[in-house]
Structures are given as C-alpha cells and as structure tokens.
C-alpha cells in the first residue's frame, strides 16, 4: 500500500453537481442533479465495486427543468439491500418520498416526508431513518411512517446551513454543526433514550 489512487471506471452519463450519490451493497448510486449552467438530469446509474462497471438504473418523470430537477435530496440506505430518497425539488416545495426497487430498478411511492427538504442528510439505526430539520423526524421503514421528535435534548434550534452533517456509531445518533457568523464547530450526541 502506498497511498495511490487507482483509476475506476468512468462515469457514462453527463457530469453534474448536487445529485444523489450512496453506497447501498456491491453498488455505488449516482445521479439526478444538475450541471453548471441548471440543466437537470433525470438518470440514476450505479457501479459495480465488483465488476468495476456502469448501468443505467432508472430516468426519474417529470424531471425537464432546474425548477423540478432533484437536488440534494434526503437519501436513506437500509440493511445493505434497500434505497429511498425524497424531496429535492427546492423551488416546488415537494415533500414525495421513493423507494427505489433494486431488483427491478423502479420507483415506488412511500408516505411523503413531513415538509419540503433541501439539502438535509439523513443517517439509519436498522430499520428507522433519522434526519434533523428544526426536530428530529424518524422513518419506520417497517410502517412506512414517519414521527417528529420535538424536545431533543443538547441539539436546540439551530440555523444551520448545508455544512451539517448527522451520522450514527454504535446505535447512536451523532450531529455535527458548523454555523456561520459568527462559526462555531459542534458536535451532539443524541439521548437515544428519547426515542424508546
């Protein structure tokens, strides 16, 4: 090992910013997004870890302009085999939530997420999503719900901007936050107990 990077395969589709990209199995997900003058991308592909190579995966409806492209959206990853994603679509405000079927590469329609979302990372414990928007909201994978947690000890009502990040170890719930004017680094751990 001597710390140098070995070229993949290339990516086949167009190149683009802001899309969803997640790592669920042998696969790497990449697509949706835009490019550098707002054109959207409908696409999602993923690569093979083991075969180092492409697919196509799915063209998402709808998608024609910047102003219902998906950008940023919530994605979750369960038990290695399941993807969801939502929202996205800042300028309409849309809340729609989907499971992408990674056998038969299709999209189904899950129960909406509790507001539009743009820019906000979710993180899994099992079989639940978490993602913290103001309160902490909680997707049962299970039951296809979803369930506000509203008096969160430690995490108080930040302004936060796309600098966050919130991330599990060990069936923990751990969000990091950079604020601006003045910046501030901090880290919470989650009071798991809230949530029994």
Do not use: C
């Amino acid at each position: 090992m001597n710390g140098a990077l070995t070229e993949l395969a290339p990516f086949p589709g167009e190149q683009r910013v802001s899309g969803l990209m997640k790592h669920v199995g042998d696969y790497i997900y990449l697509g949706f997004g835009l490019d550098n003058a707002y054109n959207a991308f409908s696409d999602l592909w993923r690569y093979s870890i083991s075969n180092n190579n492409w697919e196509m995966v799915l063209n998402f409806p709808g998608i024609t302009s910047y102003q219902n492209a998906i950008t940023d959206p919530l994605v979750f990853s369960f038990n290695d085999n399941r993807l969801f994603f939502g929202s996205g679509q800042s300028e309409l405000n849309l809340n729609d939530f989907w499971e992408i079927d990674l056998v038969a590469n299709a999209l189904i329609s899950k129960s909406p997420t509790p507001m539009s979302l743009s820019k906000k990372k979710g993180t899994t414990i099992e079989n639940k999503g978490y993602l913290e928007s103001y309160y902490l909201y909680e997707y049962d994978l299970d039951t296809d719900t979803w369930t506000t947690h509203q008096n969160i000890n430690g995490i108080g009502f930040m302004y936060t901007d796309s600098r966050e990040s919130i991330f599990t170890n060990n069936g923990n719930i751990f969000r990091s936050v950079t604020t601006s004017s003045p910046y501030y680094n901090l880290l919470f751990k989650m009071n798991m107990s809230y949530l029994e």
